[in-house]
Each structure stands twice: as structure tokens, then as C-alpha cells.
């Protein structure tokens, strides 16, 4: 009797430890994401008997634990990374490329954005599988702005009307401390920012000093206010009291411009893709934001860790992450029929979404974007012309790529 | 002979500890502040080169570093005097011979030193918020607008020098405590006897006396208000436009923000510097003095 007993608890413990002692991911995701992920795990779990320990890290936080984490060995096997660290990380060799697991996976190109994708590729290959999305969108009131503007023309045609209606008010808001605004139009306008090599500045080419000078014009016409972001009390108060009409800003605005706009504005403001300089160019180019899953390259756990990425990759998963995060899903086949495509306010992200580009993606982008700002503010307020601005810009850009260029060059001699 | 040897068997534990934890370690970086040491150095250690003093030359041409700099020197400048002030007056009133409950008073007074200064400053962002801040009702009572403390330029430097005088000054209230009960009593009696005023007697008497006290809290609070850091790391990250960034801040920054390694250790050798000299003009001062 007592054999017989024993004998059907090794038996029952044999069944249940196949799964445990099996793997145990370890998965760092930043922010709300990574304290709602842990909802969608459960079912991962059961499917694969594979064990997830995710650990949340806080934004701000976020890129010093990762880079230190590398550098100290203790790289988890799966991590959430802003689609922009991808560059720098893989800089440093901290990243598993994934084009040998891509083969034969669920996960497929052609169901992803491709400007998006492209954040995820560094010299020709893949570190990274696009989570969410994210993008800039044009906000703006329908009733001092009844058609979209497509053109920089109509843009600006579009301003002037405002500006005749509310002579004492404006008709954007540009915050002069960012660098997206700037970034933006000169993208749209097809400048590169950086040399195709990424090692010089490209800030002196005529497309980059053009939109410069469309966007220092909108501040002299005074269609913009020269207002810094920590100087715009509340950006909803703002639109809703028409100071200006039109504001650049992402997805997770719509959800705030809901909540915090007062009722009588409710249906009198909509969104719409960037307008372009040239008609034929419509939708101008935004930019590719969101958030990507990679795989560390001192994992031990490759293929667990790539089930994990497929199974958050499912459009099912995807859409159930939406609901949880309102986090725009990465997977094209989510947008038709679900929840997502059911706000009209997003649509204009569907269709901006096709015409993103990254940035350059060289790990000194972040600190060449941060003088993007400066200068472009000194421009505003009068401190710099549009030509010393780009010359200055060029400078701080070439000196900052000195490095890159050097160890470029000892690659190439070996 | 055996004496001295004794000796050195004493201190040797203590030098060992200072030699493994401090001497290596500061060596380690002033060799770190010649190289460029960054990210592409985590990939392949190849990636480093000497440099010699080019970071010293870039740091110095760096507008950031010179923002840093002011911010850190604004906040020592003020912040510094104001908390010794503050003390010496906490220490005469806590050793006051009118006062009563002396313990309580010192143990409350204190109380903010040993307080962690995370948690201290996480508490102090709730009381400095614009909207539901205590601060700001206090102020609304008064008919004082609302003031943005931690979001305006203006204010956020302030609004941390307000939390380190509170936080700090009861360290050096307890060394001014000290320092006031070992002044003889008979000094002030024939400072009386004389004539002299409580007033006299605080000018003639009590801050001559406590002027020792006075260079040692001088350097320490120095030393400690140019190593700000916590403070601005938590509230406001070293903003709103750099305003609150300071030179410890910024070699974080550099370090383990953007792994410029090379540059960050360049930036600690400056702030010794400064340090440094801060304290040597302080000891100088002190012995012009007759």
C-alpha cells in the first residue's frame, strides 16, 4: 500500500517537473508594458510549459540597467528595448541576430510595417521584432480647420486662416525645446540628417536647410508661439481654449485628448497624416517610434526565448496587448476587424504608419538629436540663422562621430 | 624599534582598506579620464585609445559642463551658508537655557539627517506639487498664486536648496551644540559684569569662541553640498532645462547614461578639483584671521 503510494507520487511528479525544470525565461519589460505582459503569460505558459520571470523596469531608468546589466553579464533572455537603442545595443554586441530564427517562424516581414521594421535592422540585419508602434500625427480642430491640409501648402494656408479668425492667437504649437517637430519636416522633405555611412553630418544639404527654413518661418509669421513644453501649462487646456489649433503628437494623446478635453469639444477635433512638401510625396514622412523584443546574446536560452517573441507576436496576443495598454499593435493584421480599427482617430496612424522612417541608426543619434533641439531653438528665438545653425550642427555631429569613424576604419583595415 | 613596528601593524588594516577602496579605485579612474573609454570600448577593448588630456580640453569647452558648474556652485553657494546660519540658530535656541524638553527638540531636529534622502525627497515632490502640494495651499491661503516649484527654471533650484537646508542642517546644529558647551561660563559672566548686552555677548564672546567650529562645518558642508546628486536625480532628473543639473549629475550622465566612460571620469577629477580648491581658499581665509 505504502509502495503503491509512493510509486504514484514519483509518477505524478514526473509529469509535472517535465515542464519547470525545463526553462525558466527571464524577460525585463520597461514600464506599463512590463507590468500588464505579465497578464498575457499565463497562456504562454500552459502552451509551452515554458516559465517566464518578468522583471519591470521603470523608462526612466530603462537603458542605463540595460547597457550595465551587459556589461556586468547579467543580461536577461528576452527584454523590451525602445526601437531607437537598437543601434547602440547592437554597437556594443549585446544582441542575437535574429535572421537564422526568422526562417522557418510565424514571424514575417511582410506583416509589419516596413519603416518600422527597418528600426529593427542595423547593416543588414535583424536584432529586433517590432511590439507596439508608435508614430507623429497631426492633431487638429475641425472647426477652425475644416479640410485636412495634404500639402505644405495648404499647411500653411490652413495657418493663415486661423490666424485671420484669432488675429491674438496661433495656429500650432511647435514646443521649441524638442527636436521631433524639426526632425519631422526635414524627413518629409526627404533629408537624411546623416551621410548614408553615418559617420558625417548631413545637415548642411539643401533638403534639411529647407524644412529648417519652413519651420524658423512658422515662428515669424507667428503662426507657432515661441513657447518651450515646460512653458505650456497644459497642452489640453491650450487646444481646447483655440491659443493654437494644430498640434504634432502621438498615439497615446488620443486617450488624453478624450479624457481631458472638456465635452463641448468632444467630435470638434480629429487627426490626420503629416502633410508632405509636395502633393506627390502625401503622406509626409514620420517618424518610427514603438518598441521592439530582442534576444541577448549571452542567453542560453535562444529558442525559448524566440517562442516567447512568436507567441507576443501573435495578432491574437497583439490584440488583447492593445486592450491592455492601448500600446498600438505592431502586427498589420490587427488593425483590420478589431477594437483598433474601430477608433476613427486612429486611422490616421494606420495610414501614417505605412510612411515612417527611422532615424539614422547610429548609437550617437540620441545626443546629435539633443543639438537638433538646442540649435533649433536658438534659430526660433533669433539667436542663430537657419545657415549657422546647419553649419554648427554639422560640426557637433562630426565631432561626436569621431570615434565611429575611427573604429569604422580599423574594421575595414582588418 | 618594536614600537614602531607595532604601530605600523595598527594602522595597516586601516591603510590596506584605504589603499583597496580608495587609493586603486581613484588611480584606476585618472588613468580612465586619459582614454576614451566608451561604448564601442564594451564591444572590443581594442576600441580604446589614449587621448591625454583631450577630455579635460573638450570638458572645458563643453557649454553643459559650465551649466553644470554655475547650478552646483549656485546651490553650494547658497544652500551652504543658509544651513550653517540655520544651524547656529537651532543650536542657541536648542541650548538655550530657557528652553525646556532639550532631548526632544535636538532628536527632531536631527531626525531629517538620518532619514534616507530618497524617500525624504520623493515625499518633498508630493509637497512641492503645483496643483495638490502642501506648499502651494499655504501659499493659496496667503492669496499667492501657485508656483510651478520643481517645473519652472526659476524655482527648482530653489525648491532643492529649501529641502537640502532642511535636510542637512541638523549635523551641524549638533557640532555647534557641542562646540557651544564647551565655552566657559566664566566668560560670559565677566562679559557681564562688564556691561555687555546678550548681543555683545554673542559678537564677543560666542562667535569668536565657536570660530574653529566654524571652519570645520565651513569645509564639511562645502564638501558635501558640490557632491549634489540625489536630490536632483530624484525630483526632477536634472531638469526643467538643465536647471537643476548638477556636475555629479552630469558625470552620471555621461557615465552610465551614455557610457562615455573616458569623459565621466574626466568630469570627477574636475569637480576634485574644485573641491579642492574650495577647501584650500576656506583654510587659507581662516588663517589670514588673527
Not at chain 1, 547602440?88 to 514571424?107: G, I, K, M, T, W
Not at chain 1, 517573441?309 to 491592455?324: D, K, V
Request: charged share 20%; net charge neutral; aromatic share 12%.
Amino acid at each position: 500500500m505504502n509502495f503503491k503510494f509512493q510509486f504514484l507520487f514519483l509518477l505524478l511528479l514526473a509529469c509535472t517537473s517535465r515542464p519547470t525544470t525545463q526553462e525558466n525565461l527571464k524577460f525585463w519589460g520597461l514600464g506599463h508594458e512590463g507590468e500588464v505582459v505579465a497578464q498575457l503569460l499565463p497562456e504562454f505558459t500552459r502552451r509551452t510549459g515554458i516559465r517566464v520571470e518578468v522583471q519591470q523596469i521603470p523608462w526612466s531608468a530603462a537603458h542605463e540597467k540595460l547597457l550595465t546589466a551587459y556589461v556586468g553579464d547579467a543580461t536577461p533572455d528576452v527584454a523590451q528595448m525602445g526601437n531607437t537603442w537598437i543601434p547602440e545595443f547592437n554597437a556594443v554586441r549585446a544582441l542575437e541576430p535574429l535572421d537564422p530564427l526568422l526562417a522557418h517562424s510565424s514571424v514575417n516581414e511582410k506583416n509589419y510595417f516596413p519603416g518600422i521594421w527597418a528600426t529593427n535592422v542595423v547593416d543588414g540585419m535583424l536584432y529586433g521584432v517590432p511590439w507596439y508602434v508608435d508614430t507623429r500625427v497631426l492633431f487638429y480642430r475641425t472647426d477652425l480647420i475644416p479640410q485636412p491640409p495634404r500639402t505644405w501648402d495648404e499647411w500653411l494656408a490652413a495657418m493663415r486662416r486661423v490666424k485671420q479668425v484669432h488675429p491674438d492667437k496661433y495656429a500650432i504649437l511647435l514646443p521649441t525645446n524638442e527636436y521631433e517637430p524639426v526632425e519631422l519636416m526635414a524627413m518629409a522633405n526627404g533629408a537624411t540628417l546623416l551621410n548614408p555611412e553615418g559617420t558625417h553630418g548631413a545637415f548642411r544639404d539643401p533638403r534639411f536647410v529647407q524644412a529648417m527654413q519652413f519651420y524658423a518661418d512658422l515662428f515669424r509669421n507667428g503662426y507657432a508661439p515661441v513657447l518651450s513644453n515646460t512653458q505650456v501649462a497644459s497642452v489640453y487646456q491650450g487646444f481646447a481654449e483655440a491659443e493654437y489649433a494644430m498640434y504634432i503628437t502621438g498615439p497615446w494623446n488620443v486617450g488624453e485628448f478624450h479624457k481631458r478635453l472638456p465635452k463641448s469639444m468632444e467630435g470638434k477635433w480629429a487627426t490626420t497624416p503629416m502633410p508632405a512638401p509636395r502633393a506627390a510625396d502625401y503622406p509626409g514622412t514620420s517618424m518610427a517610434g514603438g518598441a521592439s523584443l530582442v534576444i541577448f546574446r549571452g542567453s542560453q536560452k535562444k529558442d525559448a526565448a524566440w517562442k516567447l517573441i512568436e507567441f507576443l507576436s501573435e495578432p491574437a496576443q497583439q490584440i488583447r496587448f492593445y486592450e491592455l495598454t492601448q500600446d498600438l499593435p505592431a502586427h498589420r493584421e490587427t488593425w483590420s476587424g478589431s477594437a483598433v480599427a474601430k477608433d476613427p482617430e486612429l486611422k490616421a496612424f494606420r495610414e501614417q504608419l505605412e510612411h515612417v522612417a527611422p532615424l539614422p541608426r547610429v548609437p550617437e543619434y540620441e545626443q546629435i538629436a539633443t543639438d537638433v533641439a538646442e540649435n533649433g531653438e536658438a534659430v526660433v528665438r533669433g539667436r542663430m540663422t537657419v545657415q549657422q545653425a546647419v553649419t554648427d550642427l554639422d560640426r557637433k555631429a562630426d565631432s561626436l562621430l569621431t570615434k565611429r569613424r575611427w573604429v569604422l576604419a580599423r574594421i575595414q583595415q582588418r | 624599534m618594536n614600537e614602531r613596528r607595532a604601530a605600523i601593524l595598527f594602522i595597516a588594516p586601516a591603510l590596506a582598506v584605504i589603499l583597496l577602496f580608495f587609493l586603486i579605485p581613484a588611480g584606476a579612474s585618472l588613468l580612465l579620464s586619459i582614454t576614451d573609454f566608451d561604448i564601442y570600448a564594451l564591444a572590443d577593448v581594442r576600441n580604446i585609445r589614449l587621448v591625454g588630456l583631450q577630455n579635460y580640453t573638450n570638458l572645458l569647452r563643453d557649454p553643459l559642463f559650465w551649466k553644470a558648474l554655475l547650478n552646483t556652485v549656485y546651490y553650494a553657494g547658497v544652500g551652504g551658508p543658509l544651513t550653517v546660519v540655520v544651524a547656529l540658530a537651532m543650536a542657541l535656541l536648542v541650548n538655550s537655557k530657557t528652553a525646556k524638553w532639550k532631548p526632544l527638540f535636538r532628536t527632531i531636529y536631527f531626525a531629517p539627517v538620518v532619514t534616507t534622502i530618497v524617500g525624504v525627497a520623493v515625499v518633498w515632490k508630493y509637497l512641492y506639487h503645483p496643483r495638490f502640494g502642501l506648499l502651494n495651499r499655504f501659499l493659496g491661503l496667503l492669496h499667492i498664486p501657485a508656483i510651478d516649484w520643481l517645473g519652472d527654471p526659476r524655482f527648482a533650484m530653489p525648491a532643492i536648496i529649501l529641502l537640502a537646508v532642511w535636510k542637512n542642517f541638523g549635523y551641524n546644529m549638533m557640532i555647534f551644540i557641542a562646540a557651544l558647551q564647551s565655552i566657559p561660563e566664566e566668560l560670559y559672566e565677566a562679559a557681564r559684569i562688564d556691561g555687555a548686552s546678550a548681543i555683545q555677548q554673542f559678537r564677543h564672546v560666542t562667535l569668536p569662541m565657536l570660530s574653529p567650529t566654524f571652519v570645520f562645518v565651513g569645509i564639511i558642508t562645502a564638501i558635501g553640498f558640490l557632491q549634489l546628486f540625489p536630490e536632483p536625480y530624484v525630483m526632477t532628473g536634472g531638469g526643467p532645462v538643465n536647471a537643476t543639473l548638477s556636475v555629479v549629475m552630469l558625470m552620471y550622465e555621461q557615465g552610465f547614461k551614455f557610457w562615455r566612460m573616458g569623459y565621466a571620469a574626466s568630469v570627477a577629477f574636475m569637480l576634485f578639483l574644485v573641491i579642492g580648491f574650495v577647501t584650500l581658499i576656506q583654510l587659507r581665509a581662516q588663517k589670514a584671521r588673527p
